[in-house]
């Protein structure tokens, strides 16, 4: 069956670094994946979209690449700010599963002063 | 542009009996998408309305159904509730169907179900 992985543990990074978050799936043949911010008690809020034949995209200070060899995502949040702190989903649309979103489990960011 | 907005926010019911959840997508939306949270889980897909028919659904039973009205809105219905239904309910609305543009969600309905 189809399985997308996050890492499950937080991440904690000071102020000012790189973060890096990663999506691994497989049993996919995705034609989109997206990625989503959730903070607590709130709905995820969508970030960014990357279509199975780029290979990078960027928006502001996020960056998000895809490796369909792979089978992985990552996620970059540079000059990170405690602001960033949230739980990031990486989510992806299953080719022929009936136009729905399948989710990660999600990683916990916390950006540190 | 107003953005998604789901009632109640918060909701207490007894196990076996029936609940309503409701949803106004955002404006221009025709895509309406509902799905599931469990605590430290991953939004769970429930179904999909698209012009007031459903267009694809997850690995729910049928006592959990939906519509989709003229206006876009939707509701969500879940019969015979069990404890296991306890989550937060999002809904989503998109420009089309289909996951080829991001989705803008609401805040969630929290149900407890005891």
């Known amino acids: 069956s189809q399985k997308i992985e996050q890492n499950s543990e937080a991440l904690n990074i000071q102020e000012g670094k790189t973060a890096t978050l990663t999506c691994n799936y497989t049993?996919?043949?995705?034609?989109?994946l997206q990625w989503y911010r959730q903070d607590p008690g709130r709905g995820p809020v969508f970030l960014l979209l990357?279509?199975?034949?780029?290979k990078e995209k960027r928006k502001e200070r996020l960056k998000v690449t895809f490796d369909t060899t792979l089978k992985q995502s990552l996620f970059h949040i540079t000059a990170s700010q405690p602001a960033d702190s949230a739980t990031y989903l990486c989510?992806?649309?299953?080719?022929?599963?009936?136009?729905?979103?399948?989710f990660g489990t999600g990683t916990q960011l916390k950006v540190e002063l | 542009e107003t953005g998604v907005t789901q009632s109640p926010t918060h909701l207490i019911k007894t196990r076996g009996q029936q609940v309503t959840l409701r949803c106004s997508s955002q404006?221009?939306?025709?895509?309406v998408s509902w799905y599931q949270q469990a605590l430290g889980q991953g939004p769970q897909f429930i179904f999909q309305?698209?012009?007031?028919?459903?267009?694809g659904r997850g690995n729910f039973p049928p006592r959990f159904s939906g519509l989709q009205f003229p206006n876009y809105s939707s509701e969500l219905n879940v019969n015979a509730l069990e404890l296991d239904d306890s989550a937060l309910y999002l809904c989503?609305?998109?420009?089309?169907?289909?996951?080829?543009?991001?989705?803008?969600f609401g805040s969630g309905t929290r149900l407890t179900v005891v």
């Open positions: 049993n996919y043949s995705p034609a989109y």
């Open positions: 404006s221009g939306h025709n895509t």
């Open positions: 990357i279509r199975e034949n780029e």
């Open positions: 989503a609305s998109s420009l089309q169907q289909g996951a080829n543009y991001g989705y803008t």
């Open positions: 309305y698209y012009r007031e028919e459903e267009n």
């Open positions: 989510a992806l649309d299953y080719r022929g599963g009936g136009n729905k979103l399948t």
